[in-house]
C-alpha cells in the first residue's frame, strides 16, 4: 500500500483485533458491492441453491426469475454509503449518474393505498425517485474528498455536476429547474479551491478543477439579466473546462498578432447537440464579454501571485501563471495600445510585462537558490521575452524599429547575467556552488550569443563563448549525475 | 567500458542487497489467493482495478520467469497450480469475464463499466498469454469502443461518461495497435484519427517541457509517460522539445538516487518506470545515473516478504513492485546484479526485457510486430545504452534535429 511504512503495517495486520476489524470491513464491502452490482442488473441474483458457482459473465441478466428489489432512492443511498468509504472506483459514479439521470416513475400510478380519502399518506408511501440537486453532489463529493483529495472519480463527478446544473438552468435548493444566475455558487467553488490548495498546494486535481470552474463562470456570465433559457442550456452542452480565449502567439507559425490559443483544454467530452455561433468557433467565443474575462483573468493573475509570494516553492501556481501570461499580455495590448499598434509598441508591452514577472522569481531565486522551482520559471519568462521569433516574421520591419528592439532584450538579458554572476561567485565562495545560477548564466549567455547574429552586435562572441563553457565545466563538477547532459551542451560549440 | 571500471561497478553493486528474485516470485504469485479472499481489506478497496493489478501482477512475473513458468505459476491459460480450489478460472477466463457488452470495452473487475484504462489492461493480459486471437475477443466492437471515445479535437474520453485525459490518449492508440488497428499518420479515414490524435498531445506541453493530463494541466511524469509514448505510436515524436524534456526528466533524479514525478516531491519508485521509459524513447537515458537509480530500487525491496515499495522501508503492494522490477529490467540490471541465493554465474537466469514504450515483455512486441518511434540511437557509449538499443531495435529512429542539420 502506498506510503506504509513497512514494520508498523506488518505489525498492525498483525494484530489480531485490527486485522478482524479490517475484514470485516472488507466483508461489508464486498456485500454491498455486490448487491450494487445486483440492483443495477450487471449480476444475476444469487441463486436459491447455495452452491459456489462462479459469477455470471457481465451481460445482463435477462430471463432471471428472481426479483430485482429496492427503488432507486433506495439504492442511491446505498451508492452513498459505499462512496463515501471507498470514492475511487468510477463505475459507482456512473450508476449514480444514471440513477440521478433515470426517467421518474409516475408515482401517481402506484399510490391508490396511500390516499385514505383525507389526503394522509399512509406510513407506506413510495419514496420519491432521487431528483438531482447540485448540493448534494457537492456535499457528498466534497465529504469523498476530505478522505481522499486526489480521487479522479470524484473530482471528474463535481465537474459533471456543475455542468449538468447549468444545463437545467442553474436551480435553486428544490427546484429541479431555474432560470440561469448560478455564479455565486460558482464563486463559492473558487473558494472550496482555496480551502483545498491551503491544505495541499500542488494537488493538481484541485488547479484543474479551480479551472474548470472559472469556465463555468464565463459560461454562466451574462445570464441572470438577460436569461436565455435556450442558450443558457447550449453553453452547458458546451462547457467542458476550456478556455477559448484570446492570448498572444510566440508560435512561428501563427499570425504575429493575437491568436486563439487552447491555454486550458477541456476536461469533459462536451456533450454533442446545437452548436451555437461564437461558442466554438476559434477566434470569435464572443459570447463572453471582455470585461468578464479581464475580471476573471485578473482574479486567477492574482490568487497566482498570492500563492507564490506565499511560498515560493509552488510549481504549480508558476504553472498557471505560465498559461496566464500570455493572455495578460494581451489584455495590456488591447487596453494600452488599442488598434494602433506598431511592432515597437507590442514588443515593449511584452517587456515590461517580462520584466515584472522577473521581479517576482528574483526573490525566490536569490533568497533559496537552490530550490530550482522558481528557476525554471525565470527561464521560461526570459525564452518568452525574446523577440527573435517575433522578427523572424516581420523581416520587412523598419531596420531602426528592430534594432531598438534588439537592444531592449539585449538589456534585459544583462540585467539578468550581472546579479546571477555574483549569486554564482557568492555561492562558490560558500563551497557549495550554485548548479540552478550557472544553468541560467548559460542559458542566457546562450541567447545573447543568439541575439549576436541577428544584429550588427558589438558583443564579444568569444569571450561570452568561454564563459558559456566554463559554466558547464562548474556545473560537471558540482552534478555530476548529470554530466552526460552537461557534455553534449557543450558540443553545441564545436 | 574498461574493466577497471566493471569492477567498480560490481564493487558498487555488492555493497546494495541483492536482487530477492525468488521473494518477489513468491509475493507474486501469493497475492491472488490473498487478495481474492472475501476477507481481504487491500482487496476490497482495489477491486475496482483488478484488471490492472493482473496485469502489473502478469508482466512482473514475465520478466523474471519464462512464458511456460508464468502460465503454470499464475494461471495464465488454465487452472494455477498453486490454487486450492479447483474451480478458479483461469485469467484469460477471468479477463472475458469482465467483458461488458452494453459498451464493447473491458471493465476494471466482473460487472464493472467498460472503460480505457482496463480495456488496455485486458488487451496486455490477452497479449502476453497470445490469446489475442480467442473467439471470445470481439475485435471490432472492441475497436468501435475505443474510436468511439475520441473527440473532435484529437482527445480520447475514458469512457461515455466524457473523462478527458491524455492518460487515455496513450491507452487508445496502445490497444489500437495490439488489436492491429491502429491507422497509420497519414490516414485521413481510419477508425481513430492518429494525426490529431498526437497534435492534441502536443498541445498539452507546458513551459517546462513536460505534459499533463489536459491542456493547462501541470507537468507530471506519469502523464509525460502517456504522452511520450502516444507520439512513439503514433510516430509523431518530433512534435515535442526532447532536449527540455529530457532535461526536466533528468532533474527528477534525488540525492537518493530515486525519481520523482514533479519538482519538490518525494522520489518514488514508480517514476523508475514513468521516467526511465519516456527517457529511453528520448535517448536520453545517459542524462541520468542508472546505478544510483539501480541502488534506489534495490533497497526499495521487502526482503522479508518480496515484493517492492514506492520508498525504501516501506509496505510493498504490486504496482510498485511491477515499476520497480520493470525499471531494473529497462536499465539492465536484472543481468548484472547479485541475485540472493544465486550461487552459480553459470546458472543464472537469464531475464526477458521489457519494451519501454508498451510495457510488455519485448518477446511479445516483437511477436505482435508493433510499431513505434524512437528519437535517436547511440551505439556503444554504455552497456545500459547497448541494452536499450537492443530492445528498441525494431523501432523507427527520428533523427535528432542537430544530426539532421549536421551539427553533431
Known sequence: MHGQERKKYKARFNDPKISAALAQKALQWNALSKELLIRRKRLSPPSIAPSSSPPSTGSKSSGSTSKITGSAAETLKIVDKVLVVNPDPSHLWNHRRELLLQEKVNNKEDSDNTDDGNNNASDSVEEKDPSFQIRDELNLTAACLKRNPKTYSAWYHRKWSIRHWISLGCPKEGQESGNGGGEELLMSELGL?????????????????????????????????????????????????????????????????????????????????????????????????????????????????????????????????????????????????????????????????????????QNAIFTEPDDQTAWWYHRFVVTWASPITILKKNMEEDEDDKSAIIQAYLALLQDEADPIRDLIATEEEDGSGCKWGL???????????????????????????????????????????????????????? | MSTATEKEDNDTLSNLPPFYDNLHKTYITSLASKIDKPTSYEGAVMEHLRMSGVYWSITALSLIRSPQEVDELMGLTTTPTTSQDDKRPSIVDWVFACYDKDSGGFGGNIGHDGHLLYTLSALQILAIANKLDDERLNVEKVSQFIAQLQQPDGSFAGDGWGEIDTRFSYCALSALAILQKLPSPEETDGIVDVKKAAEYVASCKNFDGGFGCVPGAESHAGQIFCCVGALSIAQSLHLLDADLLSWWLAERQCDSGGLNGRPEKQADVCYSWWILSALSILGKVPWISTDKLGGFILQCQDEEDGGIADRPGNMPDVFHTFFGIAGLSLIGYLNRVRIDGEEDEEERRVYRKIDPVYALPTDVVERLGLSGQIMSRDVGKSKEEDEINERLKMYCVLKDKDEKKGLS
Open chain 1, 439 to 494: 544553468l541560467a548564466l548559460h542559458m542566457i549567455l546562450e541567447n545573447i550569443i543568439k541575439l549576436s547574429s541577428l544584429s550588427e552586435g558589438d558583443e564579444d562572441d568569444e569571450m561570452l563563448r568561454e564563459e558559456a563553457d566554463e559554466c558547464l565545466e562548474k556545473l560537471i563538477r558540482i552534478d555530476p549525475v548529470r554530466a552526460t547532459r552537461y557534455e553534449s551542451m557543450k558540443q553545441k560549440y564545436c
Open chain 1, 193 to 361: 479551491c482555496a480551502e483545498f490548495l491551503a491544505l495541499d498546494e500542488r494537488n493538481f486535481h484541485c488547479w484543474n478543477y479551480r479551472r474548470f470552474v472559472v469556465a463555468a463562470i464565463a459560461a454562466v456570465a451574462n445570464s441572470g439579466d438577460d436569461y436565455d433559457r435556450e442558450t443558457l442550456s447550449s453553453r452547458s452542452l458546451a462547457l467542458d473546462g476550456s478556455w477559448s480565449w484570446t492570448a498572444t502567439s510566440n508560435n512561428a507559425d501563427d499570425d504575429a498578432s493575437s491568436t486563439l490559443e487552447i491555454l486550458m483544454g477541456p476536461q469533459l467530452a462536451a456533450v454533442t447537440g446545437k452548436k451555437i455561433d461564437g461558442i466554438n468557433d476559434a477566434p470569435s467565443s464572443s459570447y463572453v464579454s471582455d470585461k468578464k474575462r479581464n475580471e476573471l483573468l485578473a482574479l486567477e493573475w492574482n490568487f497566482t501571485k498570492e500563492k507564490i509570494l506565499k511560498n515560493f516553492s509552488n510549481c504549480s501556481a508558476f504553472h498557471y501563471r505560465s498559461k496566464l501570461l500570455p493572455l495578460e499580455l494581451n489584455r495590456r495590448i488591447q487596453e494600452n495600445l488599442g488598434t494602433a499598434t506598431s511592432l515597437a509598441d507590442v514588443y515593449e508591452e511584452r517587456l515590461d510585462l517580462s520584466q515584472e514577472e522577473l521581479e517576482l522569481v
